[in-house]
């Protein structure tokens, strides 16, 4: 069956390339969309059936589309902008939407795609590059049971762990917007935490080492603070997402109606670090809003 | 050497009774000093060679002492007060004092205890109950290498790793404190999202195994938000707990003149559970402070 099934991923960053390869891997006939034409040949070179700036010359034979571009205004424009790959989809084709982006955007690309008698998945992901390409991303989904079972062999082959949320669109992106709040607020009070250690004189080291085998620990503290402990600010991830990522949170909050006391303190300590200048260094770079404080420097090799 | 070494835990609370039986366990005379009779007698029968309200008929014997009362009134008091056990001890006794407090209570205490020529080790514990009566709590400390080197049976005994983070009293207090700063956002940023969830009809159960699954997790958010998804605020740990902790992260801070922009939100948000009468329970039930919600109620067994 997977001989026949054939899907495209539209946006070829780190967690698209990673999901098109395993899709790939697992045997789908897999064409590549993205404005970049070095990485479209990365992905032919690995074994793509087709690729395109746009997906106008293979959309009719596509059983699913995969969306992985960075916000909802590139998903938009990937699926109903001048190019858009929409239009010349089959009816009832899967759309799986995995952008992170508002339950309110979600649900708009969702009534754009019905229009077209399309189908969506609001599935968001989570597990970055390294996971992306073994096929062990974590999906956090919400739609009709139809759009899970169409979308089946594409799931198999890009996760490990599928949520199946519910039925309504918009659940799946309010759960990986919470899920950001967390990983937001767990990366800013690393840094706070790290600023305060270096103000008191504590050596980093060891006090990521004190933190890291104890409760205080967090995921993105063992994770971004070895990056302050290195002095090493090279982007795996940018401040600029969390910028971005919290202000979702932001708007979620508005639209419930819902205060956020420590979620909106961190977007501001992110916001002040991308003014400051370092939006495009590694999100662990929010402590340097922090002065009067020497941090590690990078060792030379 | 170790059948001659005696050492006292003073109050025998859930970290110091585990403290105390792991002494016990590892061949050394144990005394153990506390109020509440009732502990005194557990303690006994556990195998401890001595017990009591105060320290002032064995005093004389021991090699050590550890302080493990909730605070620095507290060791104060069973150091210098009427009954404080301080006067009584041989010249050059090691104090390891252990409660959590600031670096500058951690001081004015080793300036009393040099004034009658002991020695203290500054330090703080982390691991909670269970690792106490294993052994196996982690230290956080310092002092002197010739105080670390006369209690080294105790380290021995009670811990599974200790950091000596250098020569000065404070700085053991200190990086306990940061520590504390981490695990205090930590719960408060789980309450945070889990109320947002629960605000988003996201199901709490399903909101859990996501974040515990990916990279929004922290130590606290697993074991604490577990009580939140079963609705049980049987204290393990108390809110209050958190309000001091907290406290004296902001009396660190200000003694730095260093801003804590979370760490100031989370102790507000402390300090409104225990304002709002939740002081006594689970510090996981700072998500009470959120109103506008249902959260899951405990289950009848």
Same mark, same amino acid.
Request: a negative charge.
């Given at each position: 069956?997977?001989?026949?099934?054939?899907?495209?991923?539209?946006?070829?960053?780190?967690?698209?390339?990673?999901?098109?390869?395993?899709?790939?891997?697992?045997?789908?006939?897999?064409?590549?969309?993205?404005?970049?034409?070095?990485?479209?040949?990365?992905?032919?070179?690995?074994?793509?059936?087709?690729?395109?700036?746009?997906?106008?010359?293979?959309?009719?034979?596509?059983?699913?589309?995969?969306?992985?571009?960075?916000?909802?205004?590139?998903?938009?424009?990937? =699926?109903?902008?001048?190019?858009?790959?929409?239009?010349?989809?089959?009816?009832?084709?899967?759309?799986?939407?995995?952008?992170?982006?508002?339950?309110?955007?979600?649900?708009?690309?969702?009534?754009?795609?019905?229009?077209?008698?399309?189908?969506? =998945?609001?599935?968001?992901?989570?597990?970055?590059?390294?996971?992306?390409?073994?096929?062990?991303?974590?999906?956090?989904?919400?739609?009709?049971?139809?759009?899970?079972?169409?979308?089946?062999?594409? =799931?198999?082959?890009?996760?490990?762990?599928?949520?199946?949320?519910?039925?309504?669109?918009?659940?799946?992106?309010?759960?990986?917007?919470?899920?950001?709040?967390?990983?937001?607020?767990?990366?800013?009070?690393?840094?706070?935490?790290?600023?305060?250690?270096?103000?008191?004189?504590?050596?980093?080291?060891?006090?990521?080492?004190?933190?890291?085998?104890?409760?205080?620990?967090?995921?993105?503290?063992?994770?971004?603070?070895?990056?302050?402990?290195?002095?090493?600010?090279?982007? =795996?991830?940018?401040?600029?997402?969390?910028?971005?990522?919290?202000?979702?949170?932001?708007?979620?909050?508005?639209?419930?109606?819902?205060?956020?006391?420590?979620?909106?303190?961190?977007?501001?300590?992110?916001?002040?670090?991308?003014?400051?200048?370092?939006?495009?260094?590694?999100?662990?770079?929010?402590?340097?809003?922090?002065?009067?404080?020497?941090?590690?420097?990078?060792?030379?090799?």
């Amino acid at each position: 069956m997977n001989k026949s099934y054939s899907v495209a991923v539209i946006g070829l960053g780190s967690m698209g390339m990673g999901a098109a390869i395993s899709c790939i891997n697992a045997g789908l006939d897999t064409y590549g969309i993205d404005l970049n034409p070095l990485t479209l040949e990365q992905l032919k070179a690995a074994g793509a059936t087709g690729i395109g700036s746009n997906g106008n010359l293979f959309a009719h034979k596509l059983d699913a589309v995969v969306i992985l571009v960075v916000n909802a205004t590139q998903a938009n424009s990937a =699926l109903f902008g001048e190019n858009g790959i929409a239009r010349y989809l089959r009816k009832g084709t899967p759309v799986m939407v995995s952008s992170t982006m508002s339950a309110e955007d979600a649900q708009k690309i969702s009534q754009k795609l019905t229009e077209l008698e399309l189908v969506m =998945l609001d599935a968001p992901v989570s597990g970055g590059a390294a996971k992306a390409i073994k096929g062990e991303i974590t999906i956090m989904a919400s739609g009709s049971q139809d759009v899970f079972d169409k979308l089946k062999p594409v =799931l198999d082959a890009v996760a490990s762990k599928v949520y199946n949320i519910g039925k309504d669109i918009g659940l799946g992106s309010t759960v990986k917007i919470i899920h950001q709040l967390l990983a937001g607020v767990h990366i800013a009070a690393g840094a706070e935490a790290m600023a305060l250690a270096a103000r008191a004189n504590i050596p980093l080291e060891l006090m990521y080492d004190v933190v890291t085998n104890a409760a205080g620990n967090s995921w993105m503290f063992e994770n971004r603070m070895k990056h302050v402990v290195d002095g090493d600010y090279t982007p =795996l991830s940018m401040v600029d997402i969390f910028v971005k990522d919290l202000g979702l949170v932001a708007d979620t909050a508005k639209s419930l109606k819902f205060p956020l006391p420590l979620a909106s303190t961190a977007f501001n300590m992110f916001t002040e670090a991308s003014n400051a200048g370092y939006g495009k260094e590694d999100d662990s770079a929010v402590i340097k809003i922090f002065n009067g404080i020497d941090l590690p420097k990078k060792q030379e090799k």
